[in-house]
């Protein structure tokens, strides 16, 4: 085998172990914490109020602030339901093959340790009421070379009616790639 061969061979095998764990390009460096941010209803809220949620930021953001740098809003629909409104539903999300959404959980908040890879809503509307749980991913960032999403957890803690918003803790995990939703420096 050449040097240049060899070379290109491992070039190769680099890239396809950076492909299959982005963890292995850097360490995790920020610590995973839990925050509470309210959202007001996109349809009625003052736009001096926060509508949607950034993970890529960890805060609640402006819609109209922000452009399309946000995973989701917050509505109300017209039955006076609350609802999570996808980035690709409001017709904001990338081509990207990797589009930001959420996945409803069934277990508590503090045993949603590792978001999963893939299952998210990320083209339809999503019902939500006080207690519901979701995994949340964003659309590929370009937090590294080969761009990955980040992932998050959150528990919708209050919905009131009247003021049309939802409060809820939010775990974001900002390093690139890692999965681990628990509390201070995430290992994978």
């Known amino acids: ?4 061969t060899r070379r290109l061979s491992l070039l190769a095998f680099a ?16 610590e995973n914490r ?4 309210t959202l007001y209803s996109l349809a009625t809220a003052p ?7 950034s993970l890529t930021a960890g805060t ?11 995973d989701f809003a917050y509505s109300t629909n017209s039955a006076g339901k609350s609802v999570f409104l996808t980035l690709d539903l409001l017709g904001l999300a990338s081509s990207s093959s990797v589009k930001p959404g959420l996945i409803r959980a069934t277990s508590s908040f503090d045993q949603m340790t590792k978001a999963p890879l893939d299952g998210y809503v990320t083209s339809d509307t999503i019902l939500v009421a006080e207690q ?3 995994f949340l991913r964003t ?3 370009t937090c590294h070379a080969l761009g990955v ?10 919905i009131d009616s009247v003021a049309q918003s939802v409060k809820f803790r939010v775990l974001s995990d900002q390093n690139c790639g890692y999965r681990g939703l628990g509390l201070g420096i995430p290992k994978s």
Not at 47 to 53: E, F, G, M
């Open 34 to 37: 839990v925050d509470t941010l």
């Open 15 to 30: 890239v396809v172990a950076a492909c299959t764990d982005p963890n292995q390009l850097a360490k995790a460096t920020l």
């Open 132 to 134: 519901d749980l979701f």
């Open 60 to 70: 609640a953001v402006r819609t109209w602030d922000v452009g399309t740098n946000f």
């Open 47 to 53: 736009l001096n109020q926060p509508s949607a949620y």
């Open 149 to 158: 999403p980040l992932y998050g957890k959150l528990e919708v803690l209050d």
């Open 1 to 4: 085998m050449s040097r240049a």
């Open 139 to 141: 659309g590929i960032t």
